[in-house]
């Protein structure tokens, strides 16, 4: 066993104490098996347990919005794959009963990811828990999932699972706790969006006792175990002092002394409510195009569209076009054959092979524009040169749209100022810039380190692009994770971003940091941060 203090990477903000629970187990299969007596009956009962599996996503996917509602599309669209229904199979025909069929099916797709790597190995995690889930409604037992000690708790695992995380309860579940995981993974994101306390990639926890008391210190990557009563209640003391902090501050998001830096949400598919946000950063439309053999019709996106735009009346709406490839395949728009998925045919170079399908997205997200009152706005995923931002530009603005690209390439961070002159706007995806930067797999805890959003050499490539912002007089905005960050909105207003895009529970923290500096505050930590000699020196320079 462990005690003292566990250090992990700080993933979601905030800091919680309570009991600790682990999540309950997966089935484990006996080495052997018996003979099937009806292979057909067995075939049949696989693939209803797959299908429950994929029906259960669907039921969670239907109460959130967002990344959380694209990450469970996309587990929907693994357990219906096609080729495991043909696995299972060949399985029992080889001998095999239904649970041990679905085990072999999946071993197969589990080699294939893991021998890819990047991306796709870290995919392997999410593949896992749907086996381990139809194997469990095959042998009758409880799938692995959250536990329930009866009394609030933090939770430990190894990793989560987008089907459980996304179904977490703040008020029974106070913090997350996982041994594997950097600060851009599923459980990471989807922490964030719930506003639970998070430490991600902590060695050791899973060796921490059950019931054993713990504080989770999701701004600092800490989890104190043990502690006292005083400390539990000084930890209580703040998070109430933290709750009347935000309570004091509401409107639109600005420094103190009135400069303003709006504060919009991502959002993804179903309802969407807009709150006290000032309209939407991030629209992702990945939502409608996972899980489907055919892409969908104008008529489809259009409505689709139209159920966004209607709740944000009189506020910007930017859409983001298909971002398809990577973790995210579509099967009629990527290629199920590149080596390197992260650095091939996705986001706006699908157009390339398939320009059918964005310009039925543009004359879609043009009829759902007209439709209702919402400012809205498109912009292009995945751009590297100017040349493809003039392209895209002139696609939109042959539907009376503004037009705006991702800032997520090295390149077109590098050469801002000619996309600006092509474009109305940008907006930088810091989770893939980082990736790119520094070379380093954003879904791989192991480098967490390196895709920290708060090196110095990414901030100086946000520098960048928001001075040729300034310089073109237009809006540059900020739409990765590093938005929903309260600590670098000074940095971020400092160096010029104009919008901050996030999940709704990050909003009010982002506002009360931006109102408690001024700007003249904000730019000199900006300046103080950049440098900085690492991540962890940075943090330190921003609050000293």
């Known amino acids: 066993m462990v005690s003292g203090e566990l250090r992990g990477s700080p993933a979601s903000p905030g800091a919680a104490g309570a009991v600790m629970a682990r999540m309950r187990p997966a089935p484990v299969l006996p080495e052997s098996w018996p003979a099937p007596a009806?292979?057909?009956?067995?075939?049949?009962a696989a693939k209803a347990a797959l299908e429950e599996v994929a029906a259960d996503l669907e039921r969670r996917g239907e109460s959130v919005t967002g990344e959380a509602a694209e990450i469970l599309s996309t587990q929907v669209m693994m357990v219906r794959d096609p080729t495991l229904a043909q696995g299972i199979d060949d399985a029992v025909d080889g001998g095999r009963p239904a649970a041990w069929a679905v085990e072999q099916a999946f071993s197969g797709h589990l080699a294939a990811l893991r021998a890819a790597g990047g991306y796709l190995a870290e995919r392997a995690t999410d593949l896992a828990d749907l086996r381990d889930r139809a194997i469990a409604g095959l042998l009758g037992e409880q799938p692995p999932g959250i536990p329930d000690p009866g009394e609030p708790f933090v939770l430990i695992a190894v990793d989560l699972a987008p089907a459980d995380t996304v179904t977490l309860d703040p008020a029974?579940?106070?913090a997350i706790v996982t041994e594997k995981g950097g600060q851009t993974s599923h459980t990471a994101i989807l922490a964030r969006s719930l506003g639970i306390p998070a430490v991600v990639g902590c060695a050791g926890a899973l060796e921490v006792a059950d019931g054993t008391v713990v504080i989770v210190d999701g701004d600092a990557g800490t989890v104190v175990l043990d502690p006292g009563q005083d400390l539990l209640d000084a930890v209580e003391g703040k998070a109430r002092e933290r709750r009347e902090r935000l309570a004091r501050y509401s409107g639109p998001g600005s420094t103190s002394d009135g400069h303003p830096v709006a504060l919009l949400l991502n959002v993804?598919?179903?309802?969407?409510?807009?709150?006290?946000?000032?309209?939407?950063?991030?629209?992702?439309?990945?939502f409608l195009f996972l899980d489907r053999e055919q892409a969908p019709s104008v008529a489809e996106q259009r409505t689709a569209y139209g159920e966004v735009f209607a709740a944000f009346p009189?506020?910007?709406?930017?859409?983001?076009?298909?971002?398809?490839?990577?973790?995210?395949?579509?099967?009629f728009a990527n290629a199920d054959d590149e080596p390197n998925p992260a650095l091939g045919v996705r986001g706006q170079r699908i157009a390339r092979r398939h320009p059918e399908l964005l310009a039925a997205q543009l004359e879609a997200i043009a009829l759902a524009a007209g439709d209702h009152d919402a400012e809205v706005k498109v912009m292009a995923p995945m751009i590297a040169t100017p040349a493809e931002a003039a392209d895209f530009a002139a696609r939109v603005r042959?539907?009376?749209l503004a037009a705006g690209v991702m800032i997520e390439v090295p390149a077109a961070a590098i050469r801002a100022e000619a996309i600006l002159a092509e474009v109305d706007f940008v907006s930088i995806g810091t989770n893939d810039l980082a990736q790119y930067t520094f070379a380093a797999d954003r879904m791989l805890g192991?480098?967490?380190?390196?895709?920290?959003?708060?090196?110095?050499?990414?901030?100086?490539?946000?520098?960048?692009v928001a001075e040729a912002g300034r310089?073109?007089?237009?809006?540059?905005?900020?739409?990765?994770?590093?938005?929903?960050d309260p600590g670098l909105a000074p940095v971020f207003?400092?160096?010029?971003?104009?919008?901050?895009?996030?999940?709704?529970?990050?909003?009010?923290?982002?506002?009360?940091?931006?109102?408690?500096?001024?700007?003249?505050?904000?730019?000199?930590?900006?300046?103080?941060?950049?440098?900085?000699?690492?991540?962890?020196?940075?943090?330190?320079?921003?609050?000293?």
């Open 398 to 400: 042959a539907h009376g």
């Open 38 to 44: 009806d292979p057909d009956g067995e075939k049949s």
């Open 314 to 331: 009189g506020r910007p709406v930017v859409i983001r076009t298909l971002d398809a490839g990577a973790d995210k395949p579509v099967p």
């Open 446 to 464: 192991e480098l967490g380190d390196l895709l920290d959003s708060w090196q110095p050499a990414l901030l100086d490539l946000v520098a960048s």
């Open 471 to 484: 310089r073109a007089g237009k809006p540059v905005g900020i739409c990765g994770e590093a938005a929903a």
């Open 268 to 286: 993804g598919g179903g309802p969407a409510e807009a709150g006290d946000s000032e309209g939407v950063g991030l629209f992702r439309t990945e």
């Open 493 to 544: 207003a400092g160096l010029g971003v104009t919008s901050l895009s996030m999940s709704a529970p990050a909003v009010p923290e982002v506002r009360a940091a931006l109102r408690e500096r001024t700007f003249d505050e904000c730019t000199a930590v900006a300046k103080a941060v950049r440098a900085a000699a690492d991540a962890t020196e940075a943090r330190r320079a921003a609050t000293s």
């Open 172 to 174: 029974k579940v106070r």
